[in-house]
């Protein structure tokens, strides 16, 4: 995989996570949120390309429509916390890796993984960095079984 490809993916997800943050945060429609994020928020020059755009928002409009499958399993795998009590940012980087594992067969696991621990470094904290990659890696295992 090239260094701009991966850079393209990369940047695909931090939009999909902000998109998830305007829709969880604003109370909005994921695809309201998807089109407010690329026309009003959208922090480079030039519009974003096609395939990242939909990358991103086919990622946040999956991750919404799978919750009911997605908080049941970071509910059962952080023990007696529910994703509601987790730090907003946290609980989003989550419930997008944890669509992707589900739904990209084709996407390395430990990509997903070290994509989401790359999210948190940037958006959240180190402590975030490693509750993240516990549960994350409780969840693949689980998903492998």
């Given amino acids: 995989m090239t260094r701009a490809r991966k850079d393209r993916r990369h940047r695909a997800r931090e939009a999909a996570l902000q998109i998830l943050y305007q ?3 604003g109370r909005t429609d994921v695809d309201r949120a998807t089109e407010m994020f690329f026309a009003q928020q959208w922090p480079e020059v030039d519009p974003p390309a096609d395939a990242l755009r939909g990358f ?3 990622l946040a409009r999956d991750t919404v429509s799978r919750l009911d499958t997605i ?8 023990e007696r916390w529910r994703p509601e ?3 907003v940012l946290d609980r989003l980087i989550l419930r997008m890796a944890v669509c992707e ?3 990209d067969a084709d996407t390395p696991r430990a990509v ?5 621990l790359e999210l948190a470094r940037t958006f959240s904290t180190e402590e975030s960095v490693k509750f993240i990659n516990g549960m994350l ?3 693949r295992k689980k998903i492998e079984r």
């Fill in 23 to 25: 829709w969880e945060i």
């Fill in 56 to 58: 991103a928002s086919d």
């Fill in 71 to 78: 908080d049941p399993v970071i509910a059962e795998t952080a």
């Fill in 85 to 87: 009590r987790m730090a």
């Fill in 101 to 103: 594992l589900v739904r």
């Fill in 112 to 116: 997903v993984i070290n994509e989401a």
């Fill in 137 to 139: 890696d409780a969840i």
